[in-house]
């Protein structure tokens, strides 16, 4: 063992002799006291060593022990034993008899020094924390009787009784030092300690800001009571130091301390003495300043207040509650009629002066005094001196509660009397001009409401309440959304928040809500009532019924908008989506279906529907889908049979509506169908449903009966079209057929002339193969070329096959330029005949065509057979045919035939295009009618200008498809200069090239 406590020992001493038990100091007669048991029980036991341990942690130290002979126990010094640890920690009396025969204690220094026996008791503090032990040690063995025992523990019971005693005093010692602690921490008051010679020992921080100090000022020893106090309140300070000496106390008495920084300051102070000696002593000390502040201000009010009674501003007067006026100011006295002489007889009682009628008020008011001291201002009337009434506002004040003399200010009320009474006039005739204005407004027809500056209605006038059905207790305080279509609610709110915000007036178009439910579109303007600042504290606004005009507008958007689809589209089945949407969205209905006449089956089939894409109607859609109508049967069958639009409310009880239940599960209601009539005969049936039931409308039934006839019109102008379009690939094909008979010559040239090239090769190889030996080579050679030439003879035959045979438009792509070169030598036997000179500028890496190749040709074809005719009529000079292509900046193709003929009549160059129309006395006035309607049909335009200084050029355009063929070579970049003309000669081909 040690002279310390082992880790874990130390530790339950901390927690068992916690807080600050261990360093209470026990006062020197205890010490004394204490010293005296442990010397008497060392004496009565016969043993060398007699103490009281103390702990002290971490450690255990004799605190006090005997003066026996022998004792190795010294006060102060560590206890290295096992013993008293071990008492500490149990808790429990110990007896050692022996500590050698323990193993583990012999070996301690304590007991080998010859302490070897040991008696101990803890003891506590009555909260039960350890204070030490009480213990005695002999240097023999000792069986310590249960006798000893005893004594020990009643020498331990008187220990703890003194650590009692102490405790509750120490206790209450600190509560008072804390208590003076807290009281000089709250810093109420400032408070000092002082000593004799003026220093101050201790202040607080409300007596160190009272004077403008800091606790460096008190520490450095700078701050005294006598420097501190000014010459003239040095004499009050020896009397108060005399006093103190004599009674140990001096109670408050105001002075006044010099602050740090040489102003003044006034206190209270009252200052006590400690001790016997009073060498030290205590002062509480109050600053006044505020206190002083306040009684210079309540000094002012007083003027104030006289100056007030005295300015006579309005009456003022003193009285007792029994009701004489005691004093008065002239004011009053001028209110009353009387005078000061009156005053000073006592002639005015305030009781005297009140009419009988306003006694009752007076007596509340006195109640009233007595229980708060003040009586609130009420109205009331005194007589006057001459018995006239005056109307007066008065209140009044005690000065004290408990007594009966008090104040009453008194305020002449005639002025505000009349100005009252007038005011009542003209509020009279307010009210009067507003019932005036109200029935205006109500008799107005178009509704009209008011609202608040946050948009809540404070004013409907009867028109509003009648289209509504709603009462002024249902309409006032509500939104301007309460009636409002839940369509228009959103763009309505966004509309009000940006007027809220500008405070502009607005114009809307919105659809209110009728008292059947129904909904209406009305024209709203509102606008703003401002106050004398510009804030906005009314909205005022006006309705007018705006249905009959949007329905009109609608019918005409619609038939505007399904004549313009009609206008674009190229087929019904193209145009019927956009016409249901159209007619959907523009009339404002949900779901529309087209219904096609089966003429097999004799039945209504519909083969479209559309619906707004806010909603859902599957069911309705499947089953509409799978329905066919016969005649009479449902909407669409009764609008066959009928041929007339009809208007069905609401579908779900309708009795012949086999869809009405299904109808009913999705919401739908009003529907309305009308025909698509060609003549008097029904092409289909268009239907529409909304999710309103909406009252029939026979304006609308009119429109729909309209764009029936537009729609049955168009099928009707498309089939028109159509059998134009054949008539029109007849004649273009009776026009290539005619032409084909003009180039009989040509054509038969074209195809001798490789037949005669190939007989020429064929006597060649027979030559060849009569020589000895046949020349092979040669003939090889020689029926390659005939295979040549029955190529070149097939293909002029296929080309006017192709030109000849009766076959549909085709749309292909083709290289215009080979196209043309392809006309140019069908055309060579009238070149050379009529000795024209031709010429080509073809447009190299031009974009391709998109159309028919043989329509295009035959328009090239009838333009450089025209302009051979036409030259062929001249006399004299050149004839010339220049055919170019060129690329437009657009990417158009413009192809040009100039002619240097006699050219045509400038008035007649628009008619030249006109069917029947020609300047030939053999010709039929139909070829350049059939050109301009195959360039019509290929998007292009076909013109004639004249051309200089001679002739004519007739120019057609065809568009490119460029998008289609963006990997296609582009054109050349243009350099401004001319293309390379290409001289076609009169004879293509000599007839005996290739013959060998």
């Known amino acids: ?128 924390r350890l204070f030490g032990t009480i213990c005695v040690r002999d240097n023999k063995r000792n069986e310590y009787s249960a006798a000893y025992l005893k004594l020990v523990l009643h020498f331990r019971d008187m220990l703890q009784a003194d650590l009692k005693s102490f405790a509750t005093l120490q206790g209450q010692l600190e509560q008072h030092e804390v208590k003076i602690r807290r009281l000089m921490d709250a810093n109420i008051i400032g408070i000092i300690i002082w000593d004799l010679e003026g220093r101050i020992l201790e202040a607080n921080d409300a007596f160190l800001r009272t004077g403008g100090y800091n606790r460096e000022d008190l520490i450095s020893g700078r701050l005294n009571r006598t420097d501190l106090t000014p010459p003239e309140w040095r004499e009050r300070d020896a009397r108060t130091d005399t006093e103190l000496k004599i009674n140990g106390a001096v109670q408050p008495f105001e002075k006044e301390y010099f602050r740090k920084d040489g102003g003044r300051v006034p206190v209270l102070i009252g200052l006590a003495a400690f001790g016997e000696q009073r060498d030290q002593g205590v002062a509480f000390v109050l600053d006044l300043t505020e206190r002083k502040r306040a009684e210079g201000a309540l000094r002012e009010r007083e003027a104030k207040i006289r100056r007030l009674v005295d300015a006579n501003i309005i009456g003022i007067f003193i009285t007792g509650l029994e009701g004489l006026v005691l004093e008065a100011n002239d004011a009053f006295l001028r209110l009353v009629g009387h005078d000061r002489e009156d005053l000073i007889s006592g002639r005015v009682r305030w009781t005297d002066l009140t009419p009988p009628e306003w006694r009752e008020h007076d007596k509340r008011a006195l109640r009233e005094l007595y229980s708060n001291t003040v009586a609130q201002p009420y109205e009331k009337e005194f007589f006057r001196k001459d018995g006239s009434r005056v109307s007066v506002l008065i209140g009044g004040a005690l000065f004290e509660k408990g007594r009966d003399e008090g104040v009453a200010f008194v305020l002449d009320l005639t002025e505000r009397k009349r100005g009252e009474d007038a005011l009542r006039e003209r509020e009279a005739q307010l009210a009067e001009a ?69 405070g502009e007036p607005w114009h809307a178009e919105e659809r209110v809500r009728r008292a059947d439910g129904q909904y209406r579109w009305f024209a709203i303007d509102r606008v703003t009532a401002r106050d004398e600042n510009g804030k906005i504290i009314k909205w005022y606004g006006t309705a007018y019924d705006i249905e009959d005009r949007k329905r009109a507008e609608e019918r005409l958007r619609v038939q505007h908008t399904v004549a313009q689809i009609l206008t674009e589209a190229t087929t019904i089945e193209e145009a019927t989506p956009r016409i249901l949407w159209a007619m959907g969205e523009c009339l404002g209905w949900d779901v529309g279906a087209l219904w096609r006449l089966d003429r097999e089956a004799e039945a209504l089939r519909c083969v479209e529907l559309w619906h707004k894409a806010t909603i859902e109607v599957p069911e309705f859609e499947r089953v509409s889908r799978e329905f066919t109508f016969l005649p009479g049967l449902g909407l669409p069958g009764r609008v066959w049979s009928s041929l007339q639009p009809e208007y069905v409310p609401d579908v779900v009880p309708d009795e012949n509506f086999p869809r009405g239940p299904i109808a009913e599960r999705e ?66 094909h009776a026009n290539r057929v005619d032409t084909m008979g003009q180039l009989t010559a040509s054509i038969a040239h074209e195809v001798k002339q490789p037949i005669a090239t190939a007989r020429n090769n064929a006597r060649a190889a027979l030559n060849f193969l009569d020589k000895q030996p046949p020349d092979l080579g040669e003939v090889r050679e020689a029926l390659g070329c005939i295979v040549g030439d029955a190529d070149r003879a097939g293909g002029i035959i296929d080309r006017i096959r192709d030109h000849i045979k009766k076959a549909p438009p085709r749309n292909d792509c083709f290289d215009l330029n080979r196209a043309i070169d392809e006309v140019i030598e069908l055309a060579q036997s009238a070149i050379a005949e009529t000795g024209v000179s031709v010429k080509t500028r073809l447009r190299e890496r031009m974009y391709p065509i998109q159309g028919d190749r043989i329509q295009v040709q035959q328009v090239v074809l009838n333009l450089i057979l025209n302009a051979i005719e036409a030259m062929g009529s001249i006399e004299a000079g050149v004839r010339e045919l220049l055919i170019s292509t060129e690329q437009s900046r657009t990417n158009d193709i413009i192809v040009a035939v100039h002619d240097t003929g006699p050219g045509i009549d400038p008035e007649c160059l628009d008619r030249v295009f006109e069917a029947f129309y020609t300047t030939k006395s053999g010709g039929m006035g139909m070829g350049l009618s059939i050109c301009q309607t195959i360039i019509d049909a290929h998007g292009g335009r076909l013109w004639a200008e004249a051309n200089e200084p001679r002739g004519t050029v007739f120019q057609f355009t065809l568009p490119s498809p460029v998008k289609e063929f963006t990997n296609y070579p582009q054109s050349a970049p243009e350099t401004g200069e001319p293309h390379e003309d290409r001289l076609v000669a009169a004879s293509r081909r000599p007839a005996s090239e290739g013959s060998k």
């Open 1 to 128: 063992m040690t002279g310390s406590i082992h880790r874990g020992m130390a530790s339950e001493l901390q927690d068992r002799g916690s807080s600050a038990a261990h360093s209470i100091a026990v006062p020197p007669e205890i010490v004394r006291k204490w010293q005296e048991f442990v010397d008497l029980l060392a004496e009565i036991m016969h043993v060398p060593s007699a103490s009281i341990m103390r702990v002290e942690p971490p450690h255990i130290k004799v605190f006090v022990s005997s003066t026996s002979k022998g004792n190795p126990c010294e006060p102060g010094a560590l206890d290295t034993g096992p013993y008293c640890e071990t008492v500490m920690k149990t808790g429990q009396p110990l007896l050692v008899p022996d500590a050698r025969e323990n193993e583990a204690w012999k070996l301690n220094p304590h007991v080998r020094q010859g302490m070897i026996s040991y008696l101990g008791v803890p003891i506590a503090w009555p909260d039960g």
């Open 667 to 732: 919401g739908l209601h009003a529907a309305f169908g009308f025909p698509i009539l060609l003549g008097g005969e029904a092409l289909g049936v268009i239907e529409f449903f909304s999710r309103e039931i909406r009252q029939p409308d026979q304006e609308l039934l009119n429109t729909l009966a309209t764009i029936g006839s537009q729609i049955g019109q168009f099928i009707e102008r498309k089939r028109a079209e159509e059998a134009l379009r054949k008539v029109q690939m007849q004649l273009a």
């Open 434 to 502: 507003r019932r005036e204005l109200r029935q205006m407004i109500d008799t107005i027809p178009i509704p009209v409401a008011s609202y608040s500056a946050d948009a809540r209605r404070d004013f409907v006038n009867a028109a509003w309440k009648k289209y509504t059905g709603l009462s002024d207790e249902a309409a006032l305080g509500t939104k301007w959304s309460v009636v409002a279509h839940p369509d228009d609610v959103t763009t309505g709110e966004k509309m009000w928040r940006n007027a809220l915000a500008s």
